[in-house]
T-cell receptor, first 114, second 112 residues
Framework: QQQVKQSPQSLIVQKGGISIINCAYENTAFDYFPWYQQFPGKGPALLIAIRPDVSEKKEGRFTISFNKSAKQFSLHIMDSQPGDSATYFCAASGIKAAGNKLTFGGGTRVLVKP | NAGVMQNPRHLVRRRGQEARLRCSPMKGHSHVYWYRQLPEEGLKFMVYLQKENIIDESGMPKERFSAEFPKEGPSILRIQQVVRGDSAAYFC??????????FGSGTRLTVV
């Protein structure tokens, strides 16, 4: 019940295109859903996060869409740039679900072609 | 304000040796978490500590692995008698509260 499933595993998009990554969770006690960006040899960096009381959150070119009834959330990267090429991880946590530890998806490797 | 500092960045150990990984949290952060990342996989939770206390070690293997976060000094993740399967990137994160982690750059452990 602690799983977070992420798809696709990899994604190639042209510069200026939209990258879409999807995640699904099982545990309804999760109440915090962050997305992390990781470059090779670096640690994950928090990109954007959402709580279940809102259905969408936008920060610059990054948007999280959240569907509480379907237990799904997604990351949209608008106007994708070569510098966005990285691995993206969705995650979930919640005090009642799992203390405050994060459960990560398997990651999506995004390549933005110039 | 420096970020989460982990050292060493790379560590090579022979099978059977001990690996000691260090993590200095951000200033003012009293919550420390350790995660392990196998190649091409997501991060898996290992242990959550506050100063001098282990709060949650449900992700830690029962044998050979231990963690501490003393009153003074960095948090230490210790792996005794390493095996090839311990080869991974180990990330530490810190937080001032229950949410909002900041990750370090990790220690890449290679067991030969």
């Amino acid at each position: 019940q602690q799983q977070v499933k992420q798809s696709p595993q990899s994604l190639i998009v042209q510069k200026g295109g939209i990258s879409i990554i999807n995640c699904a969770y099982e545990n309804t006690a999760f109440d915090y859903f962050p997305w992390y960006q990781q470059f090779p040899g670096k640690g994950p960096a928090l990109l954007i996060a959402i709580r279940p009381d809102v259905s969408e959150k936008k920060e610059g070119r990054f948007t999280i869409s959240f569907n509480k009834s379907a237990k799904q959330f997604s990351l949209h990267i608008m106007d994708s740039q070569p510098g966005d090429s990285a691995t993206y991880f969705c995650a979930a946590s919640g005090i009642k679900a799992a203390g405050n530890k994060l459960t990560f998806g398997g990651g999506t490797r995004v390549l933005v072609k110039p | 304000n420096a970020g989460v500092m982990q050292n060493p960045r790379h560590l090579v150990r022979r099978r059977g040796q001990e690996a000691r990984l260090r993590c200095s949290p951000m200033k003012g952060h009293s919550h420390v978490y350790w995660y392990r990342q196998l190649p091409e996989e997501g991060l898996k939770f290992m242990v959550y500590l506050q100063k001098e206390n282990i709060i949650d070690e449900s992700g830690m293997p029962k044998e050979r692995f231990s963690a501490e976060f003393p009153k003074e000094g960095p948090s230490i993740l210790r792996i005794q008698q390493v095996v090839r399967g311990d080869s991974a990137a180990y990330f530490c994160a810190s937080s001032p509260t229950n949410y909002g982690y900041t990750f370090g750059s990790g220690t890449r452990l290679t067991v030969v």
